[in-house]
């Protein structure tokens, strides 16, 4: 599958604080990016995407950045809140709609 | 959105045995997919489940210890086969009904001793 590289592996931010997570991939072919959030114990949620027509897209607190040409993406999550400790996972899929994961940011906002 | 339930949530097996995982989604969805998670781990396809047709596999996991059925566009069972301490993990199924927005079940945590 496609190979997808997310940083950082863990990230501690202060609550109020701005987070950014970072993946790339190699396939020049991908055409859809999506973000999942894990809780710990609960499935992957899916918190926002984008596709490859768009540049950035921002729903409330969270916005996603994509730059086809250099392969990368990026999370951003804006005035943190405790609630958004978890796991995070980039992904990236294609025209064959199958999805590769990244390694995962752990994610902890400090009160 | 698509609503994924998965039958059983967890599991203690012996080695030696199988086990059958239900994914209900409560939608009509294009594709499914059966996904591995180790504990602290990432997701990890192991195959594509097509409806009235063979699986199809992802590099590392073969039909014979995996075997997927998809009856219909809303229901798929994954089977773990001849199971060995190796197979402890979550299993995930996902769907989504354009193909590719995909929704996750809440696994089922497999531990074979």
């Known amino acids: 599958g496609e190979n997808v590289e997310q940083h950082p592996s863990t990230l501690s931010v202060q609550e109020g604080d701005s987070a950014v997570i970072k993946c790339t991939y190699s396939d020049s072919a991908s055409n859809y990016f999506p973000w999942y959030k894990q809780e710990l114990g609960k499935r992957p949620q899916l918190i926002i995407d984008?596709?490859?027509?768009?540049g950035e897209k921002k729903d409330q607190r969270i916005a996603v950045t994509l730059n086809k040409t250099a392969k990368h993406f990026s999370l951003h999550i804006t005035e943190t809140q405790p609630e958004d400790s978890a796991v995070y996972f980039c992904?990236?899929?294609?025209?064959?709609?199958?999805?590769?994961f990244g390694a995962g940011t752990t994610v902890t906002v400090r009160a | 959105s698509a609503v994924i339930s998965q039958k059983p949530s967890r599991d203690i097996c012996q080695r030696g045995t199988s086990l059958t995982i239900q994914c209900q989604v409560d939608s009509q969805v294009t594709m499914m997919f059966w996904y591995r998670q180790q504990p602290g781990q990432s997701l990890t396809l192991i195959a594509t489940?097509?409806?009235?047709?063979?699986?199809?596999?992802e590099s590392g996991f073969v039909i014979d210890k995996f075997p997927i059925s998809r009856p219909n566009l809303t229901f798929s069972t994954l089977t773990v086969s001849n199971m060995s301490p190796e197979d402890s993990s979550i299993y995930l199924c996902?769907?989504?009904?354009?193909?590719?927005?995909?929704?996750f079940g809440p696994g089922t945590r497999l531990l074979v001793l």
């Open positions: 996902s769907g989504g009904a354009n193909g590719e927005t995909q929704y």
């Open positions: 992904a990236v899929g294609s025209n064959d709609y199958k999805l590769s």
């Open positions: 984008i596709r490859s027509n768009v």
């Open positions: 489940a097509n409806q009235g047709s063979e699986a199809t596999y």
